[in-house]
């Protein structure tokens, strides 16, 4: 049998450890985790600062559009062509941030088991999730991945990223 002393030092240190573990779980278990639109927002900031807007020469002038020539526009609209390294520009800029390392679902870069489900529901839905932006199951795609990107240097991206996993 120990000595009384040597007891109560034994006990007074497993009555820190425990009280030192319970401290730690309670944390633990009350952290609050950040919701998924708070990440998705942060990263946008992310890369709207890595691919600013251009800054246009001269103030626009804004002129309501009309049912007819929204109509037509929708229609008609010609694609503003993009260099060929566009996209591996855009990713390198805007799209890495998420797509490298995975953060908020998204498929990695060159992963073929990722890709091979979104692949599959065409790029036409690609497209368009990468554009006005989707919140699905695994994940959250902001609009255009947060930056103010053109629909061209979007889908550049995509099919950029498309064709690695292939």
């Known amino acids: 049998m120990l000595p009384i002393s040597t007891r109560n030092a034994t006990l007074a240190s497993l009555m820190i450890a425990l009280g030192l573990t319970m401290s730690a779980c309670s944390k633990h278990e009350s952290a ?20 600013p807007m251009p800054v246009a020469s ?7 559009p009309t049912a007819a020539s929204a109509a037509a526009t929708t229609t008609t609209a010609t694609a503003t062509p993009v260099s060929a390294d566009a996209g591996e520009k855009l ?4 799209c ?3 797509h490298t390392a995975g953060l908020m679902g998204a498929p990695k870069l060159g992963d073929k088991a990722d890709w091979a489900p979104r692949i599959a529901q065409g790029k036409d839905t690609l497209y368009k999730h ?10 959250v795609m902001p609009a255009r991945g947060g930056s103010q990107a053109s629909d061209e240097e979007v889908k550049a991206a995509v099919d950029y990223m498309v064709s690695k996993a292939s």
């Open 32 to 51: 609050e985790s950040k919701p998924t639109e708070e990440i998705a927002a942060e990263q946008g900031e992310i890369a709207r600062a890595n691919h």
């Open 130 to 139: 990468a554009i006005v932006g989707y919140q699905g199951k695994s994940g």
């Open 58 to 64: 001269q103030p626009a002038s804004f002129v309501p």
């Open 96 to 98: 890495a941030t998420c």
């Open 91 to 94: 990713f390198g800029s805007v």
